[in-house]
């Protein structure tokens, strides 16, 4: 008995994926298109409710810190509703920076698109589309990115990298929004 109990606690201390499908947090798809660039299509459960999520995306200032990958925010302009943004991203694929020039708007959908304005890049379009589940106690996010680099380099291995940025990036994202819900729970913070 003492046996059984010790690969159930062994299951749940290393995430055993087996125990149900349904119940992971994270289904990423990541693929190579044939016309250039790759595709990665996500959906995120969130234990929290969208406004967090809403404004953990919209804080311009602190995307770097939703990645592993060392960037830093050149310019963020925002106005008329667009955030313009100017990263310069290091990532250990490329030598030397890659700048990003890209618009971010909020859709009267509930969503988040960002676009291509210039850069290094000959494709990037990532949208975010946040709905309310559990009653609002949680989000669904549903995500799609499509990123084309202006860099010889083999668009299969750029795949494998946007797999593991991006499941780094949401594992991030999951921890900062359950800090975020945990802060407004305490006690004497005005909501």
């Known amino acids: 008995m003492l046996w059984r109990a010790m690969i159930v606690m062994g299951c749940l201390l290393l995430g055993w994926s087996g ?21 990665a299509t996500a959906t995120i459960l969130f234990p929290v409710e969208p406004a967090i999520i809403q404004r953990i995306l919209t804080d311009y200032a602190h995307w770097p810190d939703l990645f592993e990958v060392r ?23 490329f030598s030397g920076e890659r700048r990003l020039l890209s618009e971010t708007r909020t859709l009267p959908t509930g969503g988040l698109l960002t676009e291509l ?17 559990d009653g609002g106690a949680h989000t669904k996010a549903e995500f799609e990115l499509l990123v084309e680099v202006d860099w010889s380099m083999p668009d299969w291995m750029v795949a494998l990298a946007v797999r593991r940025d991006l499941e780094t990036h949401f594992r991030i994202m999951r921890e900062k929004a359950l800090a975020q819900a945990q802060q407004e729970l305490q006690p004497g913070r005005a909501q």
């Open 19 to 39: 125990w149900s499908r349904a119940a992971e947090p994270v289904v990423l798809e990541v693929r190579t298109e044939p016309t250039g660039g790759v595709r």
């Open 117 to 133: 304005k210039g850069g290094d890049f000959k494709q990037y379009r990532r949208f975010w589309k946040l709905s309310p589940v």
């Open 71 to 93: 960037m830093r925010m050149a310019e963020i302009r925002e106005q008329d509703g667009k955030a313009f943004t100017d990263i310069r991203i290091d990532h250990a694929l």
